[in-house]
C-alpha cells in the first residue's frame, strides 16, 4: 500500500510540474511578446524623431539663400566660394547648440555601428553614391581637433563629424533690398 501511495503522490507532482511548465511557458511567451511590441514602438517613435530632424534641417536650409546654394552646389558637385558660418571654424562652437549637419560629397549620415534597428536607419547609415545625404540637425557635444562630436536623434550613441560638415542654422542675413518695379528708370 505504501509503494502505491508513493507512486500517487509522484504523479501528481509530475502533473503539478507539467501544469506550471506549461503556465511558465505561457508568461514567458507573453512577457517576450510585451517586451518585442515596446521595442518596435521605440524603434517608431526613433525613425519619426529623426525623419523630423531631417526635415527641420532641409527646412532650415531651404529657407536660407546661402545654405540652399551651397547645399545645391554640393548636389551638382561643384565648389562653392561664399565662406559660411561654421562652428570651430569661424564661429564658436558651442555645447548643446543645434548645427546642420550637411556634407558636400558623397558619405553616410549617420555611422553604421551603432544604429538603431530598421530601414530608415540602414539607409542613413550606408555612403550615398553620387550626391551628399540630406542635412540633418544634430547637437554639438564637444571639439576634438578639427573633428567635433554631435549627437542626433538618428543615433543612439554620439558621433564624430569634421568641423567642415557643421554649418550654423543661421547664416548671414540673406537681405535683398525691395525695389519697385521700374526703379532703375
Not at 530632424?53 to 558637385?77: C, G, H, P, T, W
Not at 558660418?85 to 564661429?91: A, D, L, R, S, Y
Not at 544604429?115 to 530608415?120: A, F, I, K, T, V
Not at 550606408?126 to 551628399?132: A, H, I, L, V
Request: glycine share 2%.
Amino acid at each position: 500500500m505504501k509503494k502505491l501511495e508513493i507512486a500517487t503522490v509522484f504523479a501528481q507532482y509530475k502533473v503539478l510540474l507539467a501544469i506550471l511548465g506549461v503556465l511558465s511557458s505561457w508568461a514567458s511567451f507573453e512577457v517576450w511578446k510585451w517586451h518585442q511590441q515596446q521595442h518596435e514602438k521605440y524603434i517608431a517613435q526613433k525613425q519619426q524623431t529623426c525623419q523630423e530632424m531631417i526635415e527641420n534641417a532641409s527646412n532650415d536650409v531651404q529657407s536660407n539663400r546661402f545654405l540652399k546654394a551651397a547645399y545645391y552646389s554640393s548636389l551638382m558637385q561643384q565648389p562653392f566660394k561664399i565662406k559660411l558660418k561654421q562652428p570651430g571654424i569661424n564661429t564658436d562652437f558651442i555645447s548643446e547648440k543645434d548645427y546642420i549637419l550637411m556634407y558636400s560629397q558623397p558619405a553616410s549620415l549617420i555611422p553604421e555601428h551603432p544604429r538603431y534597428e530598421g530601414s530608415l536607419f540602414e539607409r542613413l547609415s550606408k555612403r550615398t553614391d553620387k550626391q551628399p545625404p540630406a542635412p540633418l540637425i544634430v547637437t554639438g557635444k564637444k571639439i576634438l581637433g578639427n573633428k567635433a562630436e554631435v549627437i542626433s536623434a538618428c543615433a543612439p550613441k554620439s558621433f564624430t563629424v569634421s568641423l567642415e560638415n557643421l554649418y550654423e542654422i543661421t547664416q548671414p542675413v540673406d537681405i535683398s533690398p525691395y525695389l519697385p518695379p521700374f526703379s532703375s528708370f
